[in-house]
Nanobody, 123 residues
Framework: QVQLVESGGGLVQAGGSLRLSCTAS????????MGWFRQAPGKERQFVAA????????YYADSVKGRFTISRDNAKNTVYLQMNGLKHEDTAVYYC????????????????WGQGTQVTVSS
C-alpha cells in the first residue's frame, strides 16, 4: 500500500511559477513510476507528466512541454512538478499517482492516487 500526499498548490499570477511536491509513505517508493495529472472544473482528468522509477526517463503532455519539469528524490520518497510560465488554463486540481510499470505511465491505469492540490492561475 502506498499513500500519497500532495502539497505546494496555491494562487499565482499568469507567468508565475509553482513547485508541487508529492510525498509517499512506505519503503517501496523507488519501485514505482510516478505521474502528475490534473482536472479542471467540468473537464476530465488529464495526464500531465511522468517519471520512471530511477528518474532517468520522463514524459510530458504537449500542453506543458517546455514549461513543466517532473523530477523525483527517492531518498526523500518525493516527486516534484516544477511549473513555470503558468497560464490561466493550467488552473486545476493536480494529483500525483504511482504505477508499478513504467510502460503504463502514460496510459494507466495507475495503482495509487493522492487527494490532490489546487492550483489557480489568475489572468
Amino acid at each position: 500500500q502506498v499513500q500519497l500526499v500532495e502539497s505546494g498548490g496555491g494562487l499565482v499570477q499568469a507567468g508565475g511559477s509553482l513547485r508541487l511536491s508529492c510525498t509517499a509513505s512506505g519503503r517501496t517508493f523507488s519501485s514505482y513510476a510516478m505521474g502528475w495529472f490534473r482536472q479542471a472544473p467540468g473537464k476530465e482528468r488529464q495526464f500531465v507528466a511522468a517519471v520512471s522509477q530511477g528518474g532517468g526517463s520522463t514524459y510530458y503532455a504537449d500542453s506543458v512541454k517546455g514549461r513543466f519539469t517532473i523530477s523525483r528524490d527517492n531518498a526523500k520518497n518525493t516527486v516534484y512538478l516544477q511549473m513555470n510560465g503558468l497560464k490561466h488554463e493550467d488552473t486545476a486540481v493536480y494529483y500525483c499517482a504511482a504505477v508499478a510499470r513504467w510502460l503504463k505511465a502514460t496510459i494507466g491505469p495507475y495503482d495509487y492516487w493522492g487527494q490532490g492540490t489546487q492550483v489557480t492561475v489568475s489572468s
